[in-house]
């Protein structure tokens, strides 16, 4: 994702929005910085970083995604109810997953990279909500069961800087030729995708499979200019296809 690559010491969007720069993109919102912060390293475990997200301490492990403006996106915009159950597809440290549970049933968690499965389980059980989250390892819904379905579905990965990126768009083609079958009837998926420039291929990507954005917001981004998207998106109602 764009400046997302793990770095060994803070993280570079980190000093992007000391610089300031985290507010002055698109004014759709106010700026995510408030609620993450990079608190450094973790005195007990030194490998190991620290984030605060929102009222709560995730630990990074060293491999793992930092939780990032994106993140956030997709936090401040995710709307569970009391007693559904959801799906986090490439949780990383598991913040997604761990804000879910505090209002769900039940949530499953899945990464590719074993590193993230492992880190998602510490912060799951250091917050208190081990019994509530479910972490399994492998690729979008291959830990998934056939008929495991699902009230709400998150998904942040890494998405596609432009057309040349096939590699990452074959990814989230296979999400959402996938995504219907674990959905419960009336379910809804909350994607955040980055930028504004993505989003013919993604209506595109949205109508091949039957699927329709119900609501779009914007955050300010923390490249200049730019904003995050982040969408709710539906099953088309039979009368739309
Ligand atoms: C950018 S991080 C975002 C983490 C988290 N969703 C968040 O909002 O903070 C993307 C995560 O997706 C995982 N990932 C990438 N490709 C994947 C795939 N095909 N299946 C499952 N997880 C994947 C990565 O390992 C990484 O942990």
Not at 215 to 221: G, I, K, R
């Given at each position: 994702?764009d ?6 010491l ?6 992007l ?5 985290g ?7 106010p700026?995510?910085a408030?609620e ?24 990074v ?29 490439g ?5 997604q997953?761990?804000?879910?549970a ?16 492992e ?20 690729d979008?819904?291959?830990p ?6 699902f009230d ?12 040349a ?21 009336g ?7 980055g ?23 914007e ?6 200019g ?10 088309a ?5």
């Amino acid at each position: 994702m764009d400046g997302r690559r793990p770095v060994p010491l803070a993280p570079c969007w980190w000093l992007l929005l000391v610089l300031g720069l985290g507010g002055c993109a698109h004014q759709a919102g106010p700026t995510l910085a408030p609620e993450l912060s990079y608190l450094g390293r973790d005195p007990e475990q030194p490998k190991n970083m620290q984030y605060r997200v929102r009222d709560l301490t995730f630990t990074v492990f060293p491999g793992v995604f930092q939780p990032a403006p994106d993140s956030l996106a997709l936090l401040r915009h995710t709307r569970i109810r009391r007693g559904e159950t959801v799906l986090d597809i490439g949780t990383g440290a598991g913040v997604q997953a761990v804000f879910a549970a505090r209002t769900a049933r039940r949530v499953v968690a899945t990464d590719i990279n074993p590193a993230a499965v492992e880190n998602a389980r510490y912060n799951a059980r250091r917050l208190g909500l081990a019994e509530k989250i479910g972490v399994r390892q492998g690729d979008l819904f291959s830990p998934i069961g056939p008929q495991e379905r699902f009230d709400v579905i998150l998904f942040n990965i890494e998405y596609p800087n432009s057309d040349a990126d096939q590699a990452l768009w074959d990814v989230h083609e296979r999400f959402f030729a996938q995504v219907k079958r674990h959905l419960k009837p009336g379910g809804r998926i909350y994607y955040q995708f980055g930028f504004q420039r993505n989003m013919a291929r993604l209506h595109d990507m949205l109508a091949r499979n039957d699927l329709r954005i119900v609501a779009q917001f914007e955050d300010p981004a923390i490249v200049p200019g730019e904003a995050y998207i982040t969408c709710e998106i539906q099953p088309a109602p039979p009368d739309r296809r």
